[in-house]
């Protein structure tokens, strides 16, 4: 039996992304038109937008896993906890800011998220899983509100130092 050589990649694209995309760009500001790979760039440049939407929907859940948790575990509250629900609102408020138009994504991707954040929290908690709602306990609007913490009232001093 003879061997099978493997397929050489005869493209640029197939061969070095990085490249095939430097030269891409390159060829779009030298107005090139006919040089442009078409149907490749519009590959990427629609993954680009699939991208931001699955970066969005990713933070959220985490955001939802800790608001979970903080509402949940109250006398486990900690600074991280705090930051991690500060950093992933930022987050997601900057990915909205950068593209407008992924301004509804975060109510479209909320049932999604949820169930992500509530497997999740109970797994990093070990609390059943049924101690969490079917359904998402807070709106999009209200995980993205800086000033929104569910659960009982706390102070600066109820949190853990970690």
């Known amino acids: 039996m003879g061997k099978t050589l493997a397929k050489t990649p005869d493209t640029l694209y197939e061969r070095d992304f990085h490249a095939w995309l430097m030269d891409q760009a390159e060829r779009l500001r030298a107005r090139s038109h006919n040089d442009i790979d078409w149907d490749n760039l519009a590959e990427e440049v629609e993954s680009v937008g699939l991208s ?43 990915l909205i800011e950068l593209s407008p138009s992924l301004a509804r994504f975060p109510d479209e991707s909320m049932d999604w998220s949820y169930r992500w954040a509530a497997r999740h929290a109970a797994r990093e908690t070990g609390l059943a899983p ?32 970690d």
């Open 52 to 94: 931001q939407k699955r970066e969005i929907r990713k933070r959220l859940g985490v955001l939802l896993m800790h608001l979970l948790k903080w509402e949940h575990q109250p006398t486990q509250r900690s600074h991280s906890w705090q930051s991690t629900i500060s950093e992933q609102r930022a987050h997601v408020q900057g």
């Open 130 to 161: 049924a101690t969490f709602p079917q359904k998402p306990p807070y709106t999009a609007a209200q995980a993205l509100d800086d000033a929104f913490l569910p659960g009982p009232p706390w102070t600066a001093d109820d949190l853990i130092r």
